[in-house]
């Protein structure tokens, strides 16, 4: 018992069961079981950005702008369908797109080994601008988009829509990816020593170039999901989003130092936040204090990261001025 609760996904867990039923004691409509569902529904799209920026902190890296890759994957998506473009062709291609700008940002790391937050954070700006350039600055709105673009996400299956099962597909594939494959194993060793990990013939650079480019995927697939879900299209779209999917991935346990987490951490992570989002109007806070709540949650998830991860070992040498 005293082992469960010192696992941080069993306290993360039980941090989000204790939050819904403070709720719940003010809005018992709050934990109804359509409401639960929109709830996740909410939160599927910083699911899915999650682990594919879980995946990327892993290699002692950090994506900046996956945000920006959403934002210029669904305008391109959106343009495609007012283009009169066929669903078969616009997803792939935003995803294909979404490949592609992550595929830049891993170069950039990979050849050129300039500091991911360098790079991330400069082509987060580039990625908008590109935005403004090829829409005008313009949105697109509903009127514009095609029913089949904009109901994909909303269809319903089982009781779930579509969104919310893309969410759970990808939960179920990185747990396979991160768990039994050589590349998710790649992933916690380039993290976790990247020296040690050249030696047992791993290729750094190709492995956080491969992490840069599926987190850029998973980011075009949400593009085009957040576009389509929410029916419009603009330079801002998911505007500081990318606080949000850092914070789930911290809050999760994964260590910003690189080598630790888990899909289970980022999944928990990333329903706490949306948990947070949802009961913020119920509870009579205003939304935009959640970038304060995320900035904090990050904060206080570092520093608990620090403690669990300080020597506790005897300290054998001391220090110059203590010997003197």
């Known amino acids: 018992m005293s ?21 719940a004691t003010r809005f018992p409509e709050f934990v109804a079981p359509s409401n639960l569902a929109n709830v996740f529904n909410d939160t599927a799209p ?3 950005l999650a682990l594919a920026q879980m995946v990327v902190i892993l290699t002692k890296c950090i994506d900046l702008s ?4 959403l934002a210029l994957c669904g ?7 007012v283009a009169g473009v066929p669903m078969v062709v616009i997803l792939p291609v935003a995803m294909a797109l979404g490949a592609c700008l992550g595929a830049v940002n891993g170069l950039l790391v990979w ?7 360098v790079v991330t954070l400069g082509t987060m700006t580039i990625y908008r601008g590109i935005i403004f350039l090829i829409s005008g600055g313009k949105w697109i709105n509903d009127q514009q988009m095609s029913p089949l673009f904009k ?6 299956i089982l009781g779930l829509p579509v969104l919310s099962w893309c969410a759970i597909a990808v939960v ?17 060793a380039v993290g976790g020593n990247a020296h040690a990990a050249v030696y047992t013939g791993i290729n750094v650079g190709r492995t956080q170039f491969a992490a840069f480019v599926l987190s850029g995927t998973l980011a075009g697939l949400v593009g085009y999901l957040w576009v389509a879900r929410y029916a419009v ?8 989003f990318e606080l949000d999917v850092v914070a789930a991935c911290v809050i999760g346990g994964i260590s910003i130092a690189g080598g630790v987490g888990s899909v289970g951490g980022a999944l928990l992570g990333a329903l706490f936040l949306g948990v947070i989002k949802n009961a913020l109007p119920v509870i009579g806070i205003s939304p935009f204090w959640q970038m304060a709540i995320s900035g904090t949650a990050i904060i206080l998830a570092i520093a608990v990261n620090a403690t669990e991860g300080r020597s506790r070992g005897r300290v054998i040498l001391k220090s110059a001025e203590h010997v003197a």
Request: charged residues 15%; hydrophobic residues 65%.
């Open 66 to 69: 996956i945000a920006a890759t």
């Open 75 to 81: 305008m391109v998506a959106a343009m495609l369908d």
């Open 172 to 188: 179920a594939i990185f747990a396979v990816l991160v768990g039994r494959t050589a590349l998710g194993r790649s992933f916690f």
């Open 3 to 23: 082992r469960m609760l010192k696992s941080r996904e069993a306290l993360l867990a039980l941090a989000i069961l204790v939050l819904i039923g403070l709720i």
């Open 111 to 117: 050849k050129l080994n300039i500091p991911p937050i």
């Open 46 to 48: 910083l699911i899915i």
């Open 233 to 240: 299209a603009y330079v801002d779209i998911a505007s500081g």
């Open 151 to 156: 109901s994909l996400p909303r269809a319903d």
